[in-house]
């Protein structure tokens, strides 16, 4: 039962580019890319209780590293991500160490730190092209030839956001998994298990900043262009914001929320004359108030009370 | 022979005040240790300092001879120094099962492997299976722990105790709040624990504690204030004048005509 629902829903989202405009098409890529982003503030803030700010930035240096790599190394579209995928982890290793040591709103505040300095160092050097951003990204190549049409890209970020869900499914699923729930329960009982709470935190953190730059390099094999702006304090909180509205610890939820979060900022405004973040709010308040753990944690609920 | 625990004139201090003055006592490997005294007596802090929640800075702790005053509470729960808490701490939202499973994928060495395997993670849920087994609790180990009963819930602390492997074990006030029946087997529960356990429990309720025990301190102002079998401590005087109250006490604040 549960298959065939997954089957039907990677049948929908592979056959949408058959009935999409180009347009809509490449905004569906860009969905895929901020999913994923989606899917790694989870990580963090739903399965191992440490709500984050600060996966804009990770998102923001797999976006830079991925234009970095096809603009001076290669064109091959899953080396870029592979690239990127080892940037996010490193500069969330190299970065997180400190606010692991921490929980709640510490962390949050923390992370927005991180997050800030990140995109101050994007706007302010010049290799990566300042505050005008990072342009001249060629095309992405697969097998030898040059991808320009927009349902092949939506075709491959679907192949690349479908992998990075089943690895985050795995991880969620194995035993380090089972410890981040652990840790996101009750930390002092995990120490009393004789667990290292703040090593895999940090585990988790560098995990996690490797799921956003994947992300960050979808995007940008989307746009071809990456600006200071696709990593500021408004992407994290649009990111965290998907998070709740999905429902935190679940998987497909957060996924679900970042397409709605998206759709209501891109799409709406131009229905009701650019109130995209009235809108937005007023969702927010909605889902606390109505739906306040989320369409998935609504939904598994449900089902729950009903067998 | 070398005893499981030993404490050397362990001191602590809350700011001016006292709370442990020099405290020394061993418990050997095996032995069902008790650790009594009337409220302020230290005992709280005493378990704080063998658990490792608080570092003291006087004395030291060994364990089988290591000192491991300098080490973090999760470090001596890795080396066999494991500890209950006395109002119960277990994952409410997950099944009695997992949180069993959390303690045994831990001692198994799983705690960050980030594949799963079929074949290792069926040995941690046997095992944790079988320490829910030990406890009594098999039937309930698929009900979310936030529905067991206070009693089930302390059975299902020992069996998490028990799935992380320990050769000492601390029991902080387990009975409290317990009522007579649950006191009764938990009291079994902890009999038929495996005897090359070592055994170590601050308790109030003297019954039980006479009853369990084969070794007792008594702390007083935190001091060790007699030391001994359970039969030799409550002879003693100087304890019963501290905790169990001495005749002449009694008759300050209970009318002859009403006994």
Redesign the interface.
Known sequence: MITLRRVAVVLVLAGLPLVLTSYQASTAGRLLAFAVLALSVDLLAGITGLPTLGQAAYFGVGAYAAALTGIHLSTNGPLQLVIAVAAGALSAAATGWVAVRTGGTVFLMLTLAIGELVQQVASRWSYVGGSNGLAGMPALQLGGHTVTLPGVIYWYLLVVFLVIYAVVR??V????G??L??IR??E?????????PA??KY?AYA?AGGVAAAGGAMWVTEARFVSPSDLGFEVAALALLAVVIGGAGTLWGPCLGAAIVLLTRDYLPGITGGHGPLLLGALFVLTVYVLPRGLAGTVRRRAAVAS | MIPALELRSVGHRYGALPALDSVSFSVATGARHALIGPNGAGKSTLFAAIAGTLRVRTGSILLHGRDVTARSEAARCRMGLVRTFQHSSVFLQQSVLDNVVLAAQRSSGLALRPLPSARRFAEVRDDAAEQLDAVGLCGRASARAADLSHGERRQLEVAMVLACKPDVVLFDEPTAGMSPAETESFSNLIRALPPQLTVLVIEHDLDVVFALSSSVTVLHLGKVLAAGAPAQVQADPAVQAAYLGTGEQEELFMAEDLT
Do not use: I, K, Q
């Open positions: 795995v991880l699923s194995s035993p380090f089972r410890t729930r652990g329960d009750n002092p009982r995990m120490r009393a298990l004789g667990y290292r090593a895999a585990a995990a």
